[in-house]
């Protein structure tokens, strides 16, 4: 028979905990949902109330659970990349060494992302920390400060001495459903589109040249919790670092038009400059709230659906961003997904959930 898994989500709540958790739960795991503010939404998820920098509040939210596997999928946006790092392996270490006389951890993956190859987002438009794309594991730290390598650094301490497995996973922009969350480029662009359609408006790329013409690809979700699943159950793929996209590659004029089809609105490609959907989102949340009284959607609050300073990050970039996806495939990680396909499916939920019109 075998071992009983544990799971343990640690951000159970953001795009990538509650695809993740859905997953295990459909394999048959035993998950429990880490978060400030627990998840009730997904069936089968045991919730979990604890916040990651307070030791008493992880020792008493974690006192009868003794996990098997542990994913940490969340970190805490700061004002300068020194806080992040202070702040972001505190939330690492601090869990991580709760857990520890337990003595139960098997795995640890650990989620992080492009940034760390691309340095902090206040370094993207900086001379000199451009990467060669596509991105590959094996490309060495840069020499910025990163609080992603300040968490890995953590997960590889606690390793060392606890003795578990573990693996990191490099997502590009995450595409998939949930609500509230910091850094959601889908339900950004699905809710300024449905604002362009309600108003009349163009739907008009915010990003740089480079970013429109360039090679891109995004991460769905759902790949992204498949990746963890395998990495976490496959032998050969323990301790190793990961890159994880949909496996397909795009342009986002060809893109644009794309989405815009789907709402029946015009889109305008790139004109001139840089157009941030930041600025241009700010002078609608009177509108957002019409629209969502007519509409009878669940959110009137336009801050809750969109991240528009997140979707300006990724799409102003001034070089192509593309990810090599050969060392997960090389050991045997093969899951494909569609990104039309992707957009499509969560802008389809979103509906259904009566979040967008």
């Not at 990003?207 to 429109?212: F, R, T, V």
């Not at 976490?232 to 323990?238: G, I, L, Q």
């Not at 789907?262 to 009177?286: D, H, R």
Request: charged residues 25%; glycine residues 6%.
């Amino acid at each position: 028979m075998e071992n009983k898994k544990f799971a343990l989500v640690v951000g159970a709540t953001g795009i990538t905990g509650s695809n993740l958790a859905q997953e295990l739960i459909a394999k048959g795991w035993t998950t429990y949902g880490l978060s400030r503010n627990p998840n009730h939404s997904i069936e089968d998820l045991i919730p979990i109330q604890a916040d990651l920098l307070t030791i008493e509040s992880l020792e008493k939210a974690l006192e009868n659970i003794a996990p098997t596997h542990v994913y940490f999928t969340t970190w805490m946006r700061n004002d300068t990349e020194e806080e992040n790092i202070r702040i972001n392996s505190a939330l690492v270490r601090n869990l991580l060494n709760v857990l520890s006389p337990k003595k139960s951890i098997q795995h640890v993956a650990l989620v992080t992302g492009l940034k760390h190859y691309l340095g902090p987002f206040e370094a993207y438009a900086k001379e000199g920390t451009l990467p060669e794309t596509p991105v590959r594991e094996e490309h060495p730290r840069l020499p910025l400060p990163n609080f992603y390598y300040a968490q890995e650094d953590e997960v590889y301490k606690a390793s060392e001495r606890d003795g578990f497995t573990w693996s990191i996973h490099r997502p590009h922009t995450v595409i998939g459903y949930a609500v509230g969350n910091l850094m959601n480029m889908g339900t950004t662009l699905a809710v300024y589109a449905s604002i362009c359609k309600e108003t009349g408006r163009k739907f008009i790329w915010p990003g740089s040249l480079e970013q429109w013409n360039g090679i891109s690809d995004v991460t769905d979700a759902r790949i992204l919790a498949k990746q963890l699943v395998w990495a976490s159950s496959t032998e050969a793929a323990k301790n190793q670092a990961f890159n994880i996209t949909n496996g397909d590659i795009f342009r986002w004029k060809w893109l644009w038009k794309r989405l815009a089809e789907w709402f029946g609105i015009e889109a305008v490609g790139f004109e001139n400059s840089i157009k941030p959907l930041e600025k241009e989102m700010e002078n609608y949340t009177e509108i957002w709230k019409e629209i969502a009284q007519k509409y009878g959607l669940k959110e009137e609050n336009l801050n809750k659906l969109s991240s528009a300073w997140h979707t300006d990050l990724d799409l102003g970039r001034p070089l192509e961003v593309m990810t090599d996806m050969s060392t997960s495939r090389k050991f045997g990680f093969t899951e494909y997904q569609n990104t039309e396909q992707s957009f499509i499916d969560l802008f389809e939920k979103l509906k259904a959930e009566k979040l967008i019109p």
